[in-house]
């Protein structure tokens, strides 16, 4: 063989095959995957720690029982609470509050806020009156609304007069009396589950 071609293959790299190639590709494929990989899982990382500030110090999932909120609130429907916003806004008026029980603190109850501090609150054959004038509750329909007669109170301070919505089979401050701002822990927001009440919680 002449002694150029036995330089010439010295000096010239070896043309890459199918098998090298592949390789390369495979190694670049890699080096391409391993960035992407660490931001998917940075991301994924952010967005847990997001979720558990969310539900530990905004919102709570919390499943309905029993028919007191009916019809606003059905018995094992799915609602969103958020336990924060007491904290920038009022407790009013027509607020649907979750609060402890003032007679077992490890239960909770769900129901919605008819009169406020300084309020007062008569009932007179089921229709109820706040400051003398008679209150319209349209979230009352008639087939849940009962006879029943409460004697005029002033609500105290840092206190709140809740009824259920479902007045014949409600437990509310007709029987406990107002209850207390320290109980309330929370406003129900958001309706989850099931899918045909899903939406702002009214």
Request: with cysteine; hydrophobic share 35%.
């Amino acid at each position: 063989m002449p002694e150029s071609s036995l330089l010439g293959s010295e000096n010239k790299p070896p043309t890459p095959g199918p098998v090298t190639e592949t390789r390369a590709a495979c190694e670049s494929v890699g080096v391409r995957l391993r960035p992407a990989i660490g931001v998917w899982l940075r991301d994924l990382i952010v967005s847990l720690a997001i979720s558990a500030f969310i539900i530990i110090f905004i919102y709570q999932p919390v499943k309905v029982e029993g028919t007191s909120m009916m019809p606003s609130l059905d018995d094992q429907e799915r609602i969103f609470v958020n336990k924060f916003v007491y904290r920038l806004e009022p407790i009013s008026r027509g607020d649907i509050v979750v609060f402890r029980y003032p007679r077992d603190p490890s239960k909770s109850y769900i129901k919605r806020v008819i009169g406020v501090a300084g309020d007062r609150i008569r009932i007179d054959g089921g229709q109820v009156y706040v400051n003398g004038e008679a209150l319209d509750e349209d979230y009352v329909p008639p087939a849940y609304a009962d006879s029943r007669s409460y004697t005029e109170i002033l609500v105290p301070a840092n206190c709140y007069f809740v009824l259920g919505d479902h007045r014949s089979m409600s437990n509310d401050s007709r029987d406990f009396g107002p209850v207390n701002q320290s109980y309330i822990y929370g406003k129900a927001v958001f309706g989850y589950w099931p899918m045909d009440k899903l939406g702002r919680v009214r």
